[in-house]
T-cell receptor, first 113, second 112 residues
Framework: DAGVTQSPTHLIKTRGQQVTLRCSPISGHKSVSWYQQVLGQGPQFIFQYYEKEERGRGNFPDRFSARQFPNYSSELNVNALLLGDSALYLC????????????FGPGTRLTVL | RKEVEQDPGPFNVPEGATVAFNCTYSNSASQSFFWYRQDCRKEPKLLMSVYSSGNEDGRFTAQLNRASQYISLLIRDSKLSDSATYLCVVTIYGGSQGNLIFGKGTKLSVKP
């Protein structure tokens, strides 16, 4: 079975631009979470969606937004990019349940120049 | 104080060595605890969950001390393939309900 997939794998943008990152969860998984991992740090939680509703939001500015589609795929949008937004953006999916493991995709590496 | 703190290392050990990683967390309401492994430029992958009674998976042993808010990971008989960054993770909900809180990670390098 395919794991979590993300696109694109790499992206280069300039300050002030907008970017959209995409994630397809493992088949049967209805929950998708987004994390940002800056070099040398652990991943930091951005959003979680379950059944197309936002279930959690981390401490990120309103420039960050996301949505989940009826097929449970998800998009993360970042507006007005800053140099500090350069990071690996990870998507994780899971079924939903108290002890259910989250499975991570390979990530999208965003560089803001 | 950071929510999850780890010694960043790096830990450089020879093959066959035993190595221990420590982690502390600040939120006493934390309910679920994990160790993830992340290879260079790859995604994190669950290594093992951590239970109050302690748990073992082959060469890996995890311990949790809720009173001290302390988590540990012991790797015995280190292999070259164990070289990676080990991330300590806690959540105040079950593992599925978002908001996994990661430490910065401890880098392990196992040498021949």
């Amino acid at each position: 079975d395919a794991g979590v997939t993300q696109s694109p794998t790499h992206l280069i943008k300039t300050r002030g631009q907008q970017v959209t990152l995409r994630c397809s969860p493992i088949s049967g998984h209805k929950s998708v979470s987004w994390y940002q991992q800056v070099l040398g740090q652990g991943p930091q939680f951005i959003f979680q969606y379950y059944e197309k509703e936002e279930r959690g939001r981390g401490n990120f500015p309103d420039r960050f937004s996301a949505r989940q589609f009826p097929n449970y795929s998800s998009e993360l949008n970042v507006n007005a990019l800053l140099l500090g937004d350069s990071a690996l953006y990870l998507c994780a999916s899971n079924i939903w349940g108290e002890d259910d493991e989250q499975f991570f995709g390979p990530g999208t590496r965003l560089t803001v120049l | 104080r950071k929510e999850v703190e780890q010694d960043p290392g790096p830990f450089n050990v020879p093959e066959g060595a035993t190595v221990a990683f420590n982690c502390t967390y600040s939120n006493s309401a934390s309910q679920s605890f994990f160790w993830y492994r992340q290879d260079c430029r790859k995604e994190p992958k669950l290594l093992m969950s951590v239970y109050s009674s302690g748990n073992e998976d082959g060469r890996f042993t995890a311990q949790l001390n809720r009173a001290s808010q302390y988590i540990s990971l012991l790797i015995r008989d280190s292999k070259l393939s164990d070289s990676a960054t080990y991330l300590c993770v806690v959540t105040i909900y079950g593992g599925s309900q978002g908001n996994l809180i990661f430490g910065k990670g401890t880098k392990l390098s196992v040498k021949p």
